[in-house]
């Protein structure tokens, strides 16, 4: 599984500004990295009214994608998943996801940037493994403002260098949730499903699998 870090804090703590920044850290070290940023507001108009994206969006599209040599856009409804099957779905070749915001989402590791003497959101939700603070906090993993260098090396450390080896060899999702599978059933799993697939016709080399079942009810 893709790891992932979100970082949250409350409007105007500057964690835009510092995740923006530790993105740059960890793209200096090679790293694959997709941003996913959670936000309340609604009617962001994200393409240029009267255009052809935007007159197929008015048609009824329920999504719109732009396909440029340079780019791909993708414009759809909220979708039914949360954080991790988004991941799983669109992001799972990546290196890591970095968020911002889904403070409320329970298993995905969080890094606070607070300033002043606002509250606490590590004593109000879980996950907080780090915080970013201009006051003294106690706390394992505390760093100031200007060390957002630092704060990627933290990432990388935890996330990227001791995973290295431990990836999970299967990941099973059901109705979006992760269910949790011993090394005896991934093994299980992942030789059933390469060995049908090998038996197909033009099918070349095999890296990886993707799989989705419709359950019809």
Known sequence: MVPIVSFIGWHDSGKTTFTREVV???????LRIAVIKSTKHTGIEFDR?????DSYK?????????MAP??????SAKPELNIIALVHRYFHDYDIVIGEGFKHERKIAKIEVTRGDADLL???????IATVSDRNISGDYVFRPDESKEVAEFIIKRFIEDKRGKEEQVLLLVNGKKVPLKGFVQDALAGTVHGFVKTLKQIGEIEE???????QT
């Open 58 to 66: 008015q048609a009824g599209a329920n999504a719109v994608t732009l």
């Open 70 to 75: 340079d780019q791909m856009i993708l414009m």
């Open 209 to 215: 699998i993707d799989l989705k079942i419709k359950i």
């Open 24 to 30: 740059t850290h960890l793209k200096e070290k090679g």
């Open 122 to 128: 590590k004593d109000q939700v879980n996950g907080v």
């Open 49 to 53: 009214e009267g255009s052809d994206t």
